[in-house]
C-alpha cells in the first residue's frame, strides 16, 4: 500500500491562526478509516517557520478519494499569509520495484 505524505509550511508568527483554522475545521474532517491508517504527524520549528506533516498509509483501492479528502484539507489554510503545502505518493519497496519490472522475493 502507497504512502500519502502532506507537508503544510508555514511562518511561525501565523501559528495561533493556524491553530485556531485547524480547530475550526477538524470536524469537518474526521480520520477516514476507510480510506487510509495515519500513521504519524510530526511537527518541527525551524528558523524558517514552522513544518507540519501527515504520513498515511492508504488503503487497497482508496487512493483517489485519500488524496481529494487530504488536498481538500489543505487546501482550507490558504488565505494564511505564508502558508504553502504538498502532498507526494511515496511507495513501498515491493512497489517500487514492481513499477520496475522487478520481482523480490518475500
Known amino acids: 500500500m502507497p504512502y500519502l505524505v502532506g507537508t ?8 495561533n491562526e493556524i491553530v485556531k483554522k485547524f ?3 477538524t ?3 474526521p480520520a477516514k478509516d476507510d480510506l487510509y ?6 511537527i518541527i520549528a525551524t528558523k524558517e517557520g514552522i513544518k ?3 504520513i498515511r498509509e492508504i488503503k487497497k483501492g482508496k487512493l483517489e478519494e485519500a488524496m481529494s479528502y487530504t488536498t481538500k484539507f489543505y487546501n482550507e489554510f490558504m488565505e494564511i499569509e505564508g502558508y504553502e503545502y504538498q ?6 519497496f515491493a512497489e517500487a520495484t514492481n513499477i520496475a519490472g522487478i520481482e523480490v522475493p518475500e
Open 8 to 15: 503544510m509550511w508555514y511562518p511561525s508568527h501565523k501559528q
Open 37 to 42: 491508517i495515519q500513521l504519524c504527524a510530526p
Open 27 to 29: 470536524k469537518s474532517y
Open 23 to 25: 480547530l475550526k475545521i
Open 52 to 54: 507540519c506533516m501527515i
Open 87 to 92: 502532498i507526494e505518493l511515496w511507495h513501498t
